[in-house]
């Protein structure tokens, strides 16, 4: 293999796995909230779960849109002041609930 067609070789797998991350860190947030909630109790313990995924989630957001400016929140998420997204049925800060 020639040292051009080896470099563009190694980019494309570069970019390959680059793609792959990016799904699997994506299906990994969901399967870690399905797992601890599945070892969860009681009602309270899940509450406390859901309240951490949902704050996780507004801290995605925020830093997400920091890294994609012309981005808004998914739809049907309500934008918050401190720019983050809260979720369907979320508020956007604990102090409101």
């Known amino acids: 293999m ?3 067609s080896q470099d ?3 980019k494309m797998l570069a ?3 680059r793609n792959e991350r990016r799904k699997l860190l994506a299906d990994l947030f969901g399967t870690a909230a399905y797992h601890y909630l599945s070892y969860a109790k009681d009602d309270d313990k899940k509450d406390a779960i859901l ?3 949902e704050e996780a989630l507004r801290n995605f957001t925020r830093a997400a849109k920091e890294s994609a400016p012309d981005a808004s929140c998914p739809k ?3 934008e918050c002041v401190d720019g983050s ?3 369907p049925g979320a508020l956007c ?3 409101q609930e």
Do not use: V
Request: proline share 5%; charged share 30%.
């Open 2 to 4: 020639s040292d051009i």
């Open 8 to 10: 563009k070789h190694l």
């Open 15 to 17: 970019e390959r796995n």
């Open 51 to 53: 309240d951490a995924f």
């Open 76 to 78: 049907g998420w309500t």
């Open 85 to 87: 997204c809260a979720p």
């Open 93 to 95: 800060t604990q102090e």
